[in-house]
């Protein structure tokens, strides 16, 4: 038996076609989907790249690890100090530490570790290959190290290999050679002109008057619009997103048609996932991953396991999980036992006997962008904000996701009642891992040095000048007043 992790990142699961969506942009991804199950609310932990990579291989909640943030003091996992022996405790809960311990060969071929000076993702892992262009590399790149690795290890049982595709993560710039995929097919069509003035009368990095970084275009983007002024921009931006997708997925295609010629297909599982979404207009944020919420954190995950799933094909499990319950299912499905000090709980069972049961509720973070917990139970979402990150976001917004899935509607002054619900399963929930970890809450952490490393109080004069020199000076006179302070809810957008 051999396993393939296939990280795709900022792939959304609503622009699949397995999961509905009405653009073809994912046909391998939906076969291996239809000879497989979909788990339709599974969600990261922490957001995004760092935390929520670290809480995958790592079984833990950012909570517990520290790894909250993309810089700062809670970037990296807890030193141990004097108790520390001769191996760490991290690596001792490692998830590629646990499958090798229980025979297993483990592989990854990613830029990650060096993007994100995230080498914990790499402990227990017998080798790590470097793909070399810290994610900036096409799936074009990346291929040539995954063929080769098939063809050198075909003949070795009980591998596991994790390999990331970055193809829908901005800049969008799949080649051209790739053509223009959906050059016919109309946008998405939630996105309306009511919605996109409302985001340009607005702010925040990437919104919709500058969608691809605060201050001005990047060289390289051969796709994408250079702002959302209207629905002709809508469909270029989204356009390149897509393209990223459907680019990644003939990857995938070329993976499952050399598994195949190895004569591996039937022997090896298939996962595919992301380590999170993306925002596109909701909440406005366009392109990038900086809320805690339905859109940044809920990822796809599609399970092909031969002897597991053959007779579930196509079945759609819609119980809560969270990205370290597959860890947890990995190792214990590979004959593993689990560390106690894991957060996650294996779904292993589902997949043996099809019946569903998820957690009853969920807490996801953000710390790279804004500092967020939010509460995902039943058709709900409440999004609780510590630190705005520069946007123009309330201290709390509640959704219904089933009739809301692009959060249009903030429902606090409306459902009182789903409010107090929601803030008491949260402050338990913290409460319970703090006492768990002994440790400060690495959140409040990350807003005592200045807020989230990419929209904090040492950018924010230049944040500011952006506003100012956009026509939005208003909205930079009450930042520089009420820095990092999400609003009482007078003046929001989103309220």
């Known amino acids: 038996m051999r396993i393939l992790y296939i990280d795709i990142d900022s792939l959304r699961p609503d622009h699949l076609g397995c999961h509905g969506y009405q653009r073809k942009t994912s046909p391998h991804i939906d076969t291996l989907a239809a000879e497989g199950v979909r788990f339709t609310n599974y969600y990261a932990t922490d957001t995004p790249c760092l935390p929520s990579r670290t809480a995958l291989f790592s079984g833990r909640f950012g909570i517990h690890t520290g790894v909250v943030n993309h810089g700062g003091t809670r970037a990296d996992i807890r030193v141990e100090g004097p108790g520390r022996g001769f191996h760490s405790v991290s690596t001792g809960y490692a998830l590629a530490e646990n499958l090798r311990t229980a025979g297993w060969y483990t592989a990854q071929i990613s830029p990650f570790p060096h993007r994100h000076s995230a080498y914990q993702v790499m402990e227990g892992f017998h080798e790590a290959f470097d793909t070399g262009s810290d994610g900036g590399e096409g799936a074009h790149v990346v291929w040539p190290y995954i063929e080769r690795w098939l063809d050198n290890n075909k003949a070795r049982d009980k591998w596991f290999l994790h390999v990331n595709f970055w193809d829908p993560h901005t800049p969008y710039d799949v080649p051209h050679s790739h053509g223009k995929p959906f050059h016919d097919d109309p946008p998405p069509a939630w996105l309306t002109p009511e919605v996109i003035a409302k985001h340009r009368s607005s702010y925040g990095p990437h919104d919709a008057v500058c969608p691809h970084s605060l201050w001005d275009r990047p060289s390289g983007w051969p796709r994408g619009a250079e702002t959302i002024g209207g629905l002709a921009d809508w469909k270029k931006w989204i356009d390149g997103y897509d393209t990223g997708i ?228 208003h909205h930079a006179v009450w930042l520089e007043k009420n820095d990092g302070r999400p609003r009482d809810g007078a003046g929001s957008i989103f309220e």
Not at 355 to 379: E, N, T, Y
């Open 246 to 473: 459907h680019y990644a997925d003939h990857h995938v295609g070329k993976i499952v048609a050399k598994l195949k010629s190895l004569g591996l297909y039937e022997d090896t599982a298939i996962i595919v996932s992301a380590d999170h979404g993306e925002n596109h207009g909701e909440l406005n944020v366009y392109g990038d991953h900086q809320t805690a919420d339905e859109i940044c954190n809920k990822v796809p995950l599609i399970v092909r396991w031969p002897g597991l799933t053959d007779d579930k094909r196509g079945k759609a499990f819609d119980g809560l999980r969270y990205n370290i319950d597959l860890a947890a299912t990995l190792v214990d499905l590979c004959g593993g036992k689990q560390p106690a000090c894991w957060d996650g709980a294996s779904f292993g069972g589902v997949l043996k006997t099809g019946a569903d049961a998820g957690r009853p509720f969920l807490v996801i973070s953000q710390g790279a962008w804004s500092c967020q917990r939010s509460v995902r139970w039943s058709d709900y979402l409440l999004i609780r904000t510590y630190h705005n990150g520069h946007k123009d976001f309330p201290s709390l917004m509640l959704f219904d996701v089933k009739n809301d899935p692009h959060e249009q509607r903030n429902l606090v002054s409306a459902r009182p009642d789903l409010v107090g619900h929601s803030l008491r399963i949260l402050d338990g929930w913290v409460a319970e891992q703090l006492t768990r970890s002994g440790h400060p809450d690495p959140l409040f952490q990350v807003i005592a040095e200045g807020g989230p490393l990419h929209a904090n109080t040492r950018g924010l004069p230049r944040f500011c000048e952006y506003l100012r020199t956009t026509g939005r000076a």
